[in-house]
């Protein structure tokens, strides 16, 4: 429980592999993995206490949600800090 440095690592792993453009066999039909991962990586650093890292991570998901059409970028389900 608490373990917020390896779901950070987890959840930047998730970034980079789709940025990297890797194909992959999982249709994003729902949601867009890159915002699931950097809503968490946000979360993960803010508990770290990386408090403008994630200002800056939540901005990046936001800016991603937008261009991607995602339906996490309600305001109800991103956080802002």
């Known amino acids: 429980m608490g373990e917020f440095e390896a779901a950070y690592q987890h959840a930047s ?32 650093e803010w508990h770290l206490g990386e408090f403008d890292a994630s200002q800056t991570t939540t901005a990046q998901t936001i800016s991603l949600a937008k261009a991607l059409g995602s339906i996490h970028i309600s305001d109800k389900k991103i956080c802002r800090n």
Do not use: D, H, M, Y
């Open 13 to 44: 792993r998730g970034v980079q592999l789709w940025r990297s453009n890797t194909p992959s066999k999982i249709e994003e039909i729902v949601s867009v993995p890159a915002v699931i991962c950097l809503s968490f990586k946000a979360l993960c």
